[in-house]
């Protein structure tokens, strides 16, 4: 017993210093290097590349694209947990496995999906052309893009915590009188506020950064269509490192921001469960 336990402390430590060493020399190495590149010349020149109007552009495009693929994806979110966690139905498992299809399939795929459906060569080019609408190389199409990549993450979040909980709350405020709004508000929204928080963070982040399926679909029109992710790749591409880097500093801080978020989530539901277990 004492030997094992001797092994086991000095594998604990091996395991816990490898972990460390892994993640500083694959995360934390490349992303201060990142922050280091942004500011090595000193703020102004930092500032000036952040508040340049391409750059500025490009973070707009970034936030409303990421607010409208939280929005949509949130309310899929809730639905479809709801849905899958209180109805049986023929095809349950088909729906869960087509929830699932963005984990599996490449982001540039999913470009070349909305390209094949609504460019030139897609079916529903005739009628969106025939009413002046533009999908493709055009804001719609960033939208629907990040929505897609982004498109698991708050149901995958919601869906393990009702299962958990059950049906009998539900039932029980249905019983005595409650309406399908007022059970949804008073029982079920208080046990899944934390985890669809929890996703609506995950999916901000993931939008944020998306690059293969926007790069596809918005034909890098400088100004127009270009999110903060490809404003930065192509200053890079044109030799303008201060400029790239500068740019990728306000996505490496929007990414901490979003941790410390999560963070604070995960730590304020934890006490919460750990109240109501009392």
């Not at 402390?9 to 395991?15: G, Q, T």
């Not at 973070?59 to 947990?81: E, P």
């Amino acid at each position: 017993m004492g030997r094992w336990g001797g092994e086991n402390r000095a594998l604990r430590r091996l395991l816990i210093a490898f972990s460390f060493v892994f993640v500083g020399a694959m995360l934390v190495l490349p992303l201060c290097q990142v922050l280091w590149k942004a500011f090595e010349s000193g703020i102004r020149p930092f500032w000036a590349s952040v508040s340049d109007e391409y750059a500025l552009k490009a973070l707009r495009l970034s936030l409303l694209t990421t607010v409208m693929a939280v929005v949509c994806n949130g309310l899929f979110g809730l639905c479809a947990a709801w849905a899958l966690t209180r109805f049986a139905f023929r095809g349950k498992g088909f729906l869960i496995t087509l929830i699932d299809i963005p984990f599996a399939v490449s982001p540039v795929i999913a470009g070349l999906v909305f390209i094949m459906t609504f460019g030139r060569m897609g079916w529903a080019y005739p009628f969106l052309s025939e009413h002046g609408i533009k999908i493709v190389f055009a804001v719609p199409g960033l939208v629907l893009a990040t929505i897609f990549v982004t498109f698991p993450f708050v149901a995958r979040e919601i869906i393990p915590v009702l299962t958990a909980r059950g049906t009998d709350e539900e039932e029980a405020a249905v019983l005595m009188g409650a309406g399908f709004f007022q059970t949804f508000r008073r029982v079920t929204f208080p046990h899944i506020r934390w985890a669809l928080l929890y996703g609506v963070i995950l999916c901000t982040a993931r939008a944020m950064g998306e690059f293969g399926a926007v790069s596809v679909v918005s034909g890098h029109l400088r100004g127009r269509t270009n999110t903060l992710p490809l404003h930065i790749e192509i200053l890079f591409r044109e030799y303008h490192t201060l400029q790239s880097f500068s740019c990728a500093a306000i996505l490496v801080a929007t990414a901490i921001l979003i941790l410390v978020a999560r963070n604070i989530v995960e730590g304020i539901s934890r006490k919460d469960a750990d109240y109501h277990a009392r």
